[in-house]
């Protein structure tokens, strides 16, 4: 990796965790920050690992997943620049819940458990601030487990196509278009299944003239009728 160096004050600076803080206050933690460089697919910890400190993403991005004993994957969070990642275990002591993976070259700043500790202890906001992320990421969590046990694959999968087409989709003459985020494993990943299964529902989805499919492009022929589908599957 041969970027330029990122400003770790800046980063700092555009962080939610450390928001509020001044200048001068973020140039003091930065001087205790280690700049990290990851290249795409490159483990930045991985699950049972000890936790040694806290990880900023300042470029790039990054999937954080669960491993089951069979090599299954459940992706928990994409994140991107300003977020931190894996805060809990920087507090309770315990090892790295989930593993985290560059999803392209990435760098990351990196605070000490002990520089952390202090910084929270001089600046108390910090650690209400620690809270909230948690927090959310627990309603997260939680939301991905209700998925996971009350939803079949297809709802799931309209689910993701209804929210990519809202969100990211153009209008054509043929439909709404645009692009997975990724491939049909690492969408399988996201949704708690296979590859299989994710290829079979959309083939079901463009046979019933919902959809076309053209390997990652997507065209949405009729979203209204897509979005009923969430309500009758």
Same mark, same amino acid.
């Given at each position: 990796?041969?970027?330029?160096?990122?400003?770790?004050?800046?980063?700092?600076?555009?962080?939610?965790?450390? #928001?509020?803080?001044?200048?001068?206050?973020?140039?003091?933690?930065?001087?205790?920050?280690?700049?990290?460089?990851?290249?795409?697919?490159?483990?930045?910890?991985?699950?049972?690992?000890?936790?040694?400190?806290?990880? &900023? %993403?300042?470029?790039?991005?990054?999937?954080?997943?669960?491993?089951?004993?069979?090599?299954?994957?459940?992706?928990?969070?994409?994140?991107?620049?300003?977020?931190?990642?894996?805060?809990?275990? *920087?507090?309770?002591?315990?090892?790295?819940?989930? #593993?985290?993976?560059?999803?392209?070259?990435?760098?990351?700043?990196?605070?000490?458990?002990?520089?952390?500790?202090?910084?929270?202890?001089?600046?108390?906001?910090?650690?209400?601030?620690? $809270?909230?992320?948690?927090?959310?990421?627990?309603?997260?969590? *939680?939301?991905?487990?209700?998925?996971?046990?009350?939803?079949? &694959?297809?709802? @799931?999968? %309209?689910? *993701?196509?209804?929210?990519?087409?809202?969100?990211?989709?153009?209008? #054509?003459?043929?439909?709404?278009?645009? $692009?997975?985020?990724?491939?049909?494993?690492? $969408?399988?990943?996201?949704?708690?299944?296979?590859?299989?299964? &994710?290829?079979?529902?959309?083939?079901?989805?463009?046979?019933?003239?919902? &959809?076309?499919?053209?390997? @990652?492009?997507?065209?949405?022929?009729?979203?209204?009728?897509?979005?009923?589908?969430?309500?009758?599957?």
């Amino acid at each position: 990796m041969n970027a330029p160096r990122t400003d770790l004050a800046a980063v700092l600076a555009q962080t939610p965790l450390l #928001s509020n803080l001044s200048q001068p206050e973020f140039q003091s933690l930065a001087a205790r920050t280690v700049r990290k460089l990851f290249s795409s697919g490159e483990l930045i910890f991985s699950e049972g690992e000890p936790c040694n400190g806290l990880h &900023i %993403i300042a470029r790039g991005k990054v999937r954080i997943f669960k491993t089951s004993v069979n090599g299954r994957e459940q992706v928990l969070a994409l994140n991107g620049p300003g977020e931190s990642v894996a805060e809990l275990p *920087v507090f309770d002591g315990g090892p790295f819940p989930a #593993s985290a993976m560059a999803l392209e070259d990435t760098e990351m700043a990196f605070i000490s458990r002990r520089d952390f500790h202090a910084y929270c202890m001089e600046h108390p906001e910090v650690s209400l601030k620690v $809270l909230s992320v948690v927090g959310s990421r627990l309603r997260r969590l *939680v939301g991905i487990i209700e998925e996971l046990s009350f939803t079949t &694959i297809r709802q @799931r999968l %309209i689910s *993701v196509l209804v929210k990519l087409a809202q969100s990211e989709g153009k209008k #054509s003459p043929r439909g709404v278009e645009f $692009l997975l985020p990724g491939t049909h494993q690492e $969408l399988a990943n996201q949704l708690g299944t296979v590859r299989e299964l &994710i290829s079979r529902n959309l083939m079901r989805l463009q046979a019933e003239g919902l &959809i076309e499919v053209e390997a @990652r492009h997507i065209v949405v022929k009729d979203l209204k009728g897509l979005t009923a589908q969430l309500e009758t599957t």
